[in-house]
């Protein structure tokens, strides 16, 4: 299906969706929020896809929630049409591997949208900021609590605070980002990692992912406790029994998803 605000191509297992409001700097306004929440519950049901990527344009991931749509928003018109919880939570909600590819400014809801995938390889021009103070307002789509996460809270406070923007290199340092690469080689990095997810076992990669993900939402008993029964099912799957053969009979392993 085409999309007025996406570009969505398909490769080998990974569908690569390019955010495309190139002339706003691919601001998140309602209709793209909506198209990537519809992009990915499609995706979900995909059985041919095993890892997404999602990324923007060389300038801009995206600069932003659309600031030209929410300037004249009020509060009941915020609170009744909850457009981050309807649209923009698709990516924290989606359960395959989700990678976010981001070039020149993640920004406002650009970097929270990246924070929402699984993990960010960034273009060494990449340049992460939550300046929604700038605005009179504060982050609203996870940032004050995804970034803390990632960061932690005195670079959080520093970011929100003054709303300055920290570079590709300091967001490596500090754990927002997996990897740096040039520019010129970020999609090419995302699709290699992204390739590897996707000949993995779907399955066990999305259970992988869950567990990871319960860590932020649990105790470390509890947590232990969730990897450990996880860890155990996985032992019901033909794709651990493939795995440990092709390793001992010195061969790739050909995974099902079953
Ligand atoms: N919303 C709407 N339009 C935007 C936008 C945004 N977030 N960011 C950029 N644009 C538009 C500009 O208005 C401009 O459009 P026109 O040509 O029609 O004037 C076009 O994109 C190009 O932008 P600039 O001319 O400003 O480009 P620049 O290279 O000089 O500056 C920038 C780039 C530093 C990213 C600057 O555009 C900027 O500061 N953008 C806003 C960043 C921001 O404040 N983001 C937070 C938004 S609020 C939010 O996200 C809330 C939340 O938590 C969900």
Redesign the pocket.
């Known amino acids: 299906m085409a999309y007025k605000t996406l570009e969505v191509t398909k490769d080998g297992g990974v569908c690569t969706i390019k955010l495309n409001r190139p002339?706003?700097?691919n601001?998140l306004c309602n209709e793209l929020t909506m198209e990537l929440a519809e992009a990915l519950a499609k995706l979900e049901t995909d059985d041919a896809i095993g890892c997404v990527i999602l990324t923007g344009s060389d300038k801009a991931f995206a600069?932003?929630?659309?600031?030209?749509e929410l300037q004249d928003k009020t509060f009941l018109g915020q609170y009744d049409h909850d457009v981050f919880g309807l649209y923009w939570e698709a990516v924290a909600r989606f359960r395959k591997p989700i990678i976010a590819a981001v070039a020149g400014?993640a920004?406002?809801?650009g970097c929270?949208i990246a924070m929402m995938c699984d993990f960010i390889i960034a273009g060494d021009n990449a340049k992460f900021g939550q300046?929604?103070i700038?605005?009179g307002?504060m982050?609203?789509?996870g940032?004050t609590q995804r970034l803390t996460r990632a960061v932690g809270k005195s670079k959080a406070m520093d970011m929100c605070l003054t709303g300055r923007m920290m570079g590709a290199e300091e967001a490596e340092r500090s754990g927002l980002v997996s990897r740096v690469v040039p520019v010129d080689e970020l999609m090419e990095t995302a699709m290699s990692a992204a390739k590897k997810i996707a000949h993995q076992s779907l399955p066990i990669a999305m259970m992988t992912k869950e567990t990871i993900n319960t860590s932020f939402e649990t105790t470390l008993a509890q947590g232990i406790h969730f990897e450990r029964r996880l860890f155990q099912a996985m032992f019901a799957t033909n794709d651990q029994k493939e795995g440990m053969s092709a390793f001992t009979e010195k061969r790739t392993p050909h995974f099902t998803n079953k």
């Open positions: 002339k706003a700097l601001a600069a932003g929630a659309d600031i030209k400014y920004l406002g809801g929270e300046p929604e700038n605005l307002v982050p609203g789509a940032g």
